[in-house]
């Protein structure tokens, strides 16, 4: 950035360079010594190959020597300054290939965008600093030109520097400020400047014009993709109210139920919770999924004293199925004799178990709390079965994760250890509360149970008839074999032979009979 925007500055206005020369030769050999430094440290640079990050010294070198860039870090380090001695100091122009670095500069911008927490206002900034280097150029190119003129030959170029009636248009910062001033007002074509007086006035104008154009047009359209960018979340959330109020004007809902809504909205916004997780995560890998979402939510579900002693694996499933909600002052999570299908966890906010009456508070829940774990595990002999057995309201407004119990039994389903230890831990804290009926004659299994046992011995039967039917085939080939034995041996001693053919026609009179009799068992199975 310093070669980018002093190299140009130095070499059109004089002073600079001769009022600040010792100056420049400091920073100009040090960011010589810097570019150096980096020339090493690419050497240096690690990178990816099939995945697995290469460190050989040898490699990265050669990778560094035989690529594009070293040929532009080359080039911008030859010594040009040794054309000092035979030029002057007053050519700092000569150092115009430091230039070339600019790619190294782009590449810090785009890992920087990239890992920062605020890349809208890194963009912006970007493109402010583009434009004023551009403006910056320009300045310095007018003077020139206007040097080359002739300083005050006519209205459009700089002003004549011995005139006595102005005399600071001789001084450096003035001629600086009144380029870059003049250059402003041409790019971005917003000010009135004196008109050319000459064809190559006429032609400087004309690129300037076709450049502020370009440079207007850049900025409109990045910073209006930059602005809608910032806003996509809340225009979304924005919309999507707006079509819920549509919704309730359409339907005619009541003033305060629509009042109430628009409140859980304006909370989820303000404090941040509108966005959906899943669609937010949806782009990552699993493992990076599990990985967030272990971090998010691990500590809350160890919490549940059911889940405390469970292996990793079955925790890592349920963290990635644990889904937010939000209640409104006022809601029921559950009420009594409702049908629990899902589990709770408070993560903020503070929940009253109340009477039927919705006033009378028993006990209050605040964070870290649960309730409903008991119920999606489906105990057998508890007394509450899977209804619910509390009226449960939120106070304030109340942020919990909500586990299904379809979601439970699914990851079970891999853990068949841990859905046993689940169970008998179920069981000891209903045994504790006097909720669980120990004789066997009250335990009625469940309907979806029975079914898989009467479907699981339709199946054994089922194997069992193909195997008796293999049993039966062989038997009969066998037989078959053997009379042909018998059949040859006869022939040989002279005996007289049976008839094969009606023996054959037997069998396959018995085979057909027992094919539809087995069909006829399949129709009917089928029919039930």
Request: with cysteine; aromatic share 12%; net charge negative.
């Amino acid at each position: 950035m310093y070669n980018w925007t002093m190299i140009i500055a130095r070499a059109c206005f004089e002073e600079l360079q001769h009022n600040y020369l010792l100056y420049w030769v400091v920073l100009d050999y040090t960011s010589d010594l810097i570019y150096l430094a980096d020339m090493v440290f690419r050497t240096r640079t690690g990178y990816l190959e099939q995945g697995l990050m290469v460190k050989d010294k040898k490699l990265l070198r050669d990778r560094y020597v035989a690529s594009f860039q070293f040929r532009l870090d080359a080039i911008s380090m030859l010594p040009t300054d040794v054309f000092y001695f035979f030029l002057g100091l007053d050519y700092p122009e000569i150092r115009i290939n430091k230039l070339l670095r600019i790619g190294r500069m782009m590449e810090f911008f785009t890992r920087t965008e990239t890992k920062t927490n605020y890349p809208n206002i890194f963009r912006i900034a970007n493109l402010i600093m583009y434009i004023l280097i551009i403006i910056h150029w320009n300045a310095c190119f007018y003077f020139s030109f206007s040097k080359s003129i002739g300083f005050g030959a006519d209205e459009w170029v700089y002003p004549a520097l011995d005139d006595p009636e102005e005399p600071d248009f001789g001084l450096p910062m003035r001629k600086y400020s009144f380029s870059l001033y003049w250059s402003t007002l041409t790019l971005t074509t917003i000010g009135e400047t004196p008109p050319p007086a000459l064809d190559s006035e006429f032609l400087f104008h004309v690129v300037d014009f076709l450049v502020g154009v370009l440079i207007f047009a850049t900025i409109v359209g990045n910073i209006a993709t930059m602005i809608s960018n910032m806003n996509a979340a809340q225009s979304q959330f924005q919309a999507r109210i707006d079509n819920i109020k549509q919704y309730m004007q359409v339907r005619k809902v009541s003033k305060d139920l629509e009042l109430r809504v628009i409140k859980w909205f304006d909370y989820l916004w303000n404090n941040g919770k509108a966005q959906d997780e899943r669609e937010v995560l949806r782009y990552l890998p699993d493992k990076l999924k599990a990985e967030i979402a272990i971090q998010v939510h691990m500590e809350t579900l160890k919490k549940v004293r059911i889940f405390a002693d469970c292996e990793a694996g079955l925790l890592i499933e349920l963290v990635l199925k644990l889904r937010p909600q939000v209640f409104s002052p006022g809601d029921y999570i559950c009420k009594k004799g409702d049908i629990g299908r899902e589990m709770y966890i408070i993560k903020d906010g503070k929940l009253a178990v109340v009477a039927d009456d919705g006033v009378t508070q028993f006990v209050v829940l605040g964070s870290g709390s649960y309730f409903g774990e008991i119920s999606i595990l489906n105990i057998k002999g508890s007394k509450a079965g899977n209804r619910r057995t509390a009226n449960i309201r939120s106070i304030g407004y109340s942020d919990l994760f909500c586990l299904s119990k379809d979601d439970l039994m699914e990851s079970l389903i891999e853990y068949p250890d841990a859905k046993g230890m689940l169970e008998e831990k179920g069981r000891q804290i209903l045994m504790k509360d006097g909720l669980i009926d120990l004789d066997p004659a009250n335990i009625k299994p469940e309907v979806k149970e029975l079914e898989e046992k009467v479907n699981k011995l339709y199946s054994m039967m089922e194997l069992m008839q193909m195997k008796l039917k293999k049993i039966l085939i062989n038997y009969k080939n066998t037989d078959k074999a053997l009379r042909h034995r018998i059949a040859d041996l006869e022939r040989l001693t002279g005996e007289e032979v049976e008839d094969e053919d009606e023996e054959e026609e037997e069998m396959k009179k018995e085979e057909k009979k027992e094919d539809e009799e087995m069909k006829e068992d399949k129709e009917k199975k089928e029919e039930e």
